[in-house]
């Protein structure tokens, strides 16, 4: 009998996985926060951490981070075959499906978030930045991805709420 797994559970998983790995929800959300407050002068860390929670309530993004998460640490344990094992282990540059996965999770908020998560690809900011550098024994291939795209994701919600709240919708009698 197959073992059905509740959403809050699989949630917490990918967030405990976010924090073994040294990201933490709020800088995520400072990230949010740096590409929203240009539009929204309003707003608060406190609004985009939540944002973070809400994006992180969504099956695809928290299967996106388990898997690129435990892609990471079998790389760092050097557990997978060859080629793969080098391709990820080195982040070689042509590989891509890091990204591709990290798009893919965006497509979840539409193309304003797939659009800031090439920024946030380009940029490397906040967090992003110092996990993409190759310093150390840490592989974090698809973890400065995912993060990118959890950011991104959470930014768009965040743009979809000021859109709603300056344009309500008129209902006709």
């Known amino acids: 009998m197959k ?18 790995r040294g990201v933490t929800l709020e800088e995520i959300a400072q990230i949010v926060y740096e590409m ?6 309003d707003l608060t860390l406190e609004t985009c951490l939540d944002s973070v ?9 928290q299967h ?14 050097g557990l997978l075959s060859e080629p793969l094992q080098s391709l990820i282990a080195s ?3 042509l590989f891509g499906i890091d990204e ?3 798009v893919g999770a965006s497509f979840v908020y539409g193309s304003i978030a797939v659009t800031t998560f090439g920024h946030l690809d380009k940029y490397k900011t906040g ?16 973890l400065d991805d995912l993060v990118g795209a959890v950011a ?5 919600r965040v743009a979809h709420q000021l859109r709603d709240i300056d344009s309500p919708v008129e209902v006709s009698p």
């Open 3 to 20: 073992k059905r797994v509740e959403s809050s559970v699989v949630k917490e998983a990918a967030i405990q996985k976010l924090l073994e």
């Open 36 to 41: 929203q407050i240009p539009y929204n002068p």
């Open 53 to 61: 929670h809400k994006v992180l309530g969504k099956r695809e993004i």
């Open 64 to 77: 996106a981070i388990l898997v690129g998460i435990e892609l990471d640490i079998l790389a760092e344990k």
């Open 91 to 93: 982040d070689e540059g």
């Open 100 to 102: 591709t996965i990290a």
């Open 127 to 142: 967090i992003i930045k110092k996990l993409d550098t190759k310093a150390g024994s840490k592989v974090n291939t698809f």
């Open 152 to 156: 991104a994701c959470a930014a768009s």
